[in-house]
């Protein structure tokens, strides 16, 4: 069963950087499109969308209020996603967890949550002065 563990999370001032990675262990990452969601406080039933990725690394994708500040990449050689988070904003304020769901379409990925089977246990990355 895939496995994945998020990792790099903090209390960081508005304007600061983080990188969360997502580990997988289990299976590859070979043919996973992989995606960042994030849930924020008060918002327990809301994990919304972040960002994307193909399988191949192709085909990225953002939601607009990260987009320009937030780059989504993968290392599938060393079974690992990342979220590099530049600019942080008190609103990114949340629990970010990394998905994951097999596929054959080599440019698929999704920003709907129901549509990735794995999922981490979160990072929480707190933004505040």
């Known amino acids: 069963q895939l496995q994945l563990v998020e990792s790099g999370g903090g209390l960081v001032q508005p304007g600061s950087s983080l990188r969360l990675s997502c580990a997988a262990s289990?299976?590859?990452?070979?043919?996973?499109?992989m995606g960042w969601f994030r849930q924020a406080p008060g918002k327990e039933r809301e994990r919304e969308f972040v960002?994307?990725?193909?399988?191949?690394?192709?085909?990225?994708g953002y939601a607009d209020s990260v987009k320009d500040r937030f780059t989504i990449s993968r290392d599938n050689a060393k079974n690992t996603l990342y979220l590099q988070m530049n600019n942080l904003k008190p609103e990114d304020t949340a629990v970010y967890y990394c998905?994951?769901?097999?596929?054959?379409?080599?440019?698929?990925?999704?920003?709907?949550?129901?549509?990735?089977?794995?999922w981490g246990q979160g990072t929480q990355v707190t933004v505040s002065s």
């Open positions: 289990g299976f590859s990452l070979d043919g996973y499109a």
């Open positions: 960002a994307g990725i193909s399988f191949s690394g192709e085909r990225t």
């Open positions: 998905a994951a769901q097999y596929t054959l379409m080599e440019t698929w990925f999704s920003d709907d949550r129901n549509h990735y089977s794995s």
